[in-house]
């Protein structure tokens, strides 16, 4: 077994907690000065680790077991390949009423926009009920005129880690990312899509290793 590399936040966590045990996400978050959601992985990777326990309706405590742990490794290699499913993607030309008609078919958060098979943009649920609110008529305007454009898109690679994926989607406040690989026009870079990583994603992870456990 490998020595965990905390982080300096996952620190603060323990000190936290060795101090004032028992403490809530709750008691955390306000001495941290951070969301409760912004500590979601690091009490996730602490717990599952075995540095603390979560005591329901008490609040977390220092386990006392040694801070290394297979699972910690393990998560480590999981890829975004492994956990990655199918990108919803449209035509910047489609109207935002058809594109809101893909997003709800498709049970989805996010649509990702291409252009002749690259990545040129993403729209959220956000972003639809932004325009809907307005009074723009959905029916005329092309989703290409809300949508945000690379290169300000955070996105992912197939051989990141899933761990790297979850932390971009908490930090950023998405629902997904787009799973990217380089591409040539010429001698020009870009990038297309080849699938998504989302919150969902995520949660089948977790759910899968709980199973295995």
Do not use: C, W
């Amino acid at each position: 077994m490998s020595i965990i590399k905390l982080s300096p936040r996952q620190e603060q966590i323990i000190k936290l907690v060795k101090e004032t045990e028992p403490i809530t996400s709750e008691q955390l978050a306000s001495k941290l000065s951070v969301t409760r959601a912004a500590l979601r992985p690091d009490l996730a990777i602490l717990t599952m680790t075995g540095i603390l326990e979560a005591k329901p309706k008490v609040g977390y405590v220092y386990s006392q077991r040694p801070s290394h742990s297979l699972i910690y490794d393990y998560i480590r290699t999981i890829k975004v390949k492994d956990i990655m499913s199918k990108p919803v993607v449209v035509d910047e030309n489609t109207t935002v009423y058809d594109a809101i008609v893909h997003l709800f078919l498709n049970d989805v958060g996010t649509l990702f926009i291409e252009n002749n098979g690259l990545l040129i943009g993403a729209v959220s649920r956000k972003d639809f009920l932004k325009i809907a609110m307005g009074g723009t008529d959905i029916h005329k305007v092309p989703v290409g005129i809300i949508m945000t454009r690379m290169p300000n898109i955070v996105f992912v690679e197939k051989e990141d880690a899933a761990y790297l994926a979850a932390l971009k989607i908490m930090e950023h406040e998405v629902d997904s990312l787009p799973v990217v690989e380089k591409a040539y026009i010429g001698t020009k870079e870009s990038i297309k899509i080849v699938g998504k990583v989302s919150k969902t994603n995520i949660t089948r992870l977790f759910v899968k290793m709980g199973e295995n456990s």
